[in-house]
Structure formats: C-alpha cells, structure tokens
C-alpha cells in the first residue's frame, strides 16, 4: 500500500488524540512509556482489541514482542502475531493495512491468522535514523469497520511524530547510560589502597591521580603539612606506565646544597674530598622510573637552575665529570608553600616552576574532609596493632571530630598514638585526647591553620610560658580568666 500525503479524510476526533498524544509524549522521556501512551490511544482511537509494539533484532533480523495490550483480558502471551505482515512492514517502511484478513488471500491461508479469526490489521513502522526500529501492530475482530482509509493516514500522519519522540527519548537514555557507565568506570579505577578516605574531596583527588598518573607529565602536589602528599605522589607513580621502575623520594627541605646536588647527579671518584669511588646520582638510579622532590620550594637558586636544566634537556653530568648521559625520568614535586607567591617574590625561578608546573594537584586539609576522620582512625589503630576490643568513647570521637586539625592527618595519628600509651582500659576517653602538640606549628608566616586555630595555638603557648599561670596568661592575652578558662579546658591543658 502506498503513503499518501494528502490527509482529508482525517477526522476531528483523531487530531484531537494526536494532540493529546503529543502533549502527553512531550513531558515523557522513556521509551516503555511513550510507547503505553501510543498504544493505549491509539487502540482508543482505532477500536482495535489487541495492539502490540514489536522491536525489530536487526542484528538476529527477528521480531521481538515487547508491548502487547488487549482491550478484552485476552493473555498477552496467547496471542499470535503474522510474521508476514512485520515483514511488509520492514521491507515497505510504509504501513500495511488489510480491511479484511479472511478475505486477503495474502493474509488468510496464515495459520495464525486463521486461528484468531482476525479480520483487520493495521501496522505502521516506527522509523528512526531511517531504519525500521518496530512496529506498531493493531488487530481487530469486533471493529473491523473501524480500520479503513482514514485509520490508515491517521496513523501515516502520526508515525513520523511518535518516531521522533522515540527517537530523542533513546537517545537521551543512551546518553544516560553512556555516562553512568563513564562514571561507573572513573570510580571503579580510582580505588588507592594506601590512600584513606570516602570523602568527596578525595575522590576528586583519586580521580586527578588517576588521570594525572597515565601523562608522562611533571606534577606539582601542593597541601599543608600532613595531608598525605608523600602519598599522592606515591600512587601516582603506582597508577602509571613506570610502575615496574624504581621510585625514589628525595626529601629537599635544609639538606645542605653539596650533599643534595651529590645525591642527585653522582660523582667521579676524586670530584672532591671524600669522594673515593665514583658514584652514580639519583636522576640516574631511578632510570625509566619517577623521582619525587619533597618540599622543592627548598631548592637553592644554583640547584633550581641545575633541576631545570636537566627537565629541558633530559641529561646530566656527573659531578668532576664531564660526559653527558641521558636520562629518563619523570618528576614529581610537593610544596606546602604557595610557590606561585615565590615566584612572585623572586625565591623561586619562574621558568622551573612553569616546568614543573605542568599539573598542580592540591591535597585538601583534613579539616575540609572531617567525613573522613573514622576512617583514618580505624586505619590508625589497626595500624598500630591494638587489641580487636579497644573502642573509643563517643565523646572522644566528638573532641576528633570537632578540632580543626592544623597539622591534618599525620597530626591525628600522633595524637591517637599518644592516646593508647595514656588510656587506662579498652577504651579510648575524651581525656586521653589531648591536642598540645598544637606547640608543634610555630606562629609564622607558614602557619596554615584556622582563625581558631591561631587562637588556640597562642592560648595554649601564653599558658606555657606562663608556666601553668592562667590569670597571668589571660591578662597578657587582654581576655577574661574564665574565657582562657574554657579554652584551656577545650583543649585539655
Ligand atoms: N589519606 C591518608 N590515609 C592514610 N594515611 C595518611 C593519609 N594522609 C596522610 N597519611 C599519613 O599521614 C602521614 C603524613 O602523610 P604525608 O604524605 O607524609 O604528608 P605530607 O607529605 O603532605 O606532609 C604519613 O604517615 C601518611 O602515611
Ligand atoms: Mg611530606
């Protein structure tokens, strides 16, 4: 049968269900319910007892029964569809209507056809990226009257707008899933073992890791102390292409300049006193694998242009030697000090920190990620090998949870280590948390605490020097006994 465009014989009832079904699929957006909405209106419309959206297998070429509705409680599963007919849909992509299937020799010798005594058949294909992606399949008994020409362009006339709303309904649940699997495979991959932590924040972090790990690029870890940059740098290594090469962390903070640029270049034997036998320097004992600087914003300016020379050119000389080797190595570089400020400042060389700075992960303070605290502290206590039974008081976990953490997770250790020598039983109790080694972090320009914190840490130091005195402390701070009072208790001096 023919499409043809011209629509006169459509009747006000059923561009009234076109509208309705329009409306209704346009505030709809999956596939199963569109498809309700199609079928149960258009067996309204038409008069049709059973209706059916059959999904064609392109891959198996097969039909797939998927929706069948019955107007009269016939069971779904008994009815029986004409294969002949799907199959002049597929080949046609235009819809196939017979008036009257007993009387079609083409339809009536159909064994199916026979045995329900079907008298009309109307199905029209749904088209979606210009192939055949189903039908939809009406058959009536009763209302044979009902299926006739105008039932037919209704249904031409409807067909391109349901296609169309399939269509974006499809692809909208592809794209869904596309993204869960996406998401589903971020989150599976980034799983560090040695890294603690559930919470939002690290997850970012794992994900950076991951994704920074597969570049050959040099990193920059930048966090306050304690935050577990060691870590990072660790896993970034460990997730990367040189995870079967060496990994070395070369801790700069105040190690004499001569001893660091021995360490890391080598030497020919005789290069200077001391040196009795050659020596190879870390750049090349880490051959292929990854080198970790901790606290490069230590690096003295002669060492910084050494270090930068040796990014740009991928070779080093030995010291007292003059032979050129080449090496392969990525760098990996932790900083808690604002490096860009620095440079800024002119302590920093800007041209090694852009070399460096190829991706700069942050690691965030414990007090941003405080979700985390329970598990670093079963992660603690199981590492420091207590009995299965020793709990911690509700009270004790409170005082962990609401203290701000300045020195961040290698500070939480320390203070649950010093816990277990002062508890008395199996349980750790608020008094034995006790946050004094806050006298650790001076009062200086790193200072990388809170408001709070500076508070505490300059209450706490007043008592000290105080000797225990807190009138005296509190008149030096210009605040009332009983505030210092508090505070101290707070902090259980
Ligand atoms: N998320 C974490 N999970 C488990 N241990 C951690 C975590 N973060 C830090 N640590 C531990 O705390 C200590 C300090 O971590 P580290 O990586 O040296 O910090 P940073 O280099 O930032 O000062 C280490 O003992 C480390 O193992
Ligand atoms: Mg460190």
Redesign the pocket.
Known sequence: MKLDLTYDKLQPSQLYAINTMTRQMASIADEENILEIILNELMKETGAEVGAFIYYDKTYNRFDRRTIKTSDNQDPSKIEFSQTIFRKVLESKEAVLSFDTLADENYSKKRSVILNKIHAILAFPLIIKNEVYGILYFDSRKNRQSFNESSRQFLSFFAPIASLTLEQALNKKYVESENILLKNQLEQDVKIPA???ESSAMQRLFILIAKVAKSDASVIIS?E???????AANAIHDLSNRKDKPYIAQYIGNIPSTILESELFGYKKGAFTGADSDKIGLFEAVEGGTLFF?EIGDLNPELQAKLLRVLQNKEIKRLGENIIRKVNVRILA?TNKDLAAMVREGTFRQDLYFRLNVINIV?PPLRERKSDIPL?ID?FLKKADVPSELRLSKSALNKLMNYSWPGN??QL?NILNRALILITNLIIEEENIQFDDIDSEKLDEYFSGTMEDMKNLLISQRIKAFSGNKTKAADSLKISLRSLQAKAKELGI
């Open positions: 890294i603690i932590g966090g102390n304690g935050t577990g940059k060691d870590l901790d932790a690691v670093l992660h997770v290698r250790e």
